[in-house]
């Protein structure tokens, strides 16, 4: 579930315009993530509980395998 527009709009700016060549991967966050620097140098977050954002997928598995965030698939 989205929180704002704003998240939506970001979301969808993310896709259009990549901030880098990083691979990234949507993920759903399960709890509160403070901001970090992504493996494209770029910073993201803060992020909160319920939020959806597409991270470099090296971090998005490490987010993914602390059970902090879970993966959204896109039909």
Do not use: C, H, T, W
């Amino acid at each position: 579930i989205l929180n704002s527009l704003k998240g939506f709009k970001q979301l969808r700016e993310d896709f259009l315009e990549p901030k880098s060549n990083a691979i990234l991967k949507v993920i759903a966050f399960m709890e509160d993530v403070s901001a970090f620097l992504g493996e494209d140098m770029v910073s993201y977050g803060p992020f909160k509980s319920g939020d959806i954002a597409s991270i470099p997928e090296k971090n998005a598995e490490i987010l993914i395998n602390d059970k902090k965030a879970e993966e959204m698939k896109i039909k």
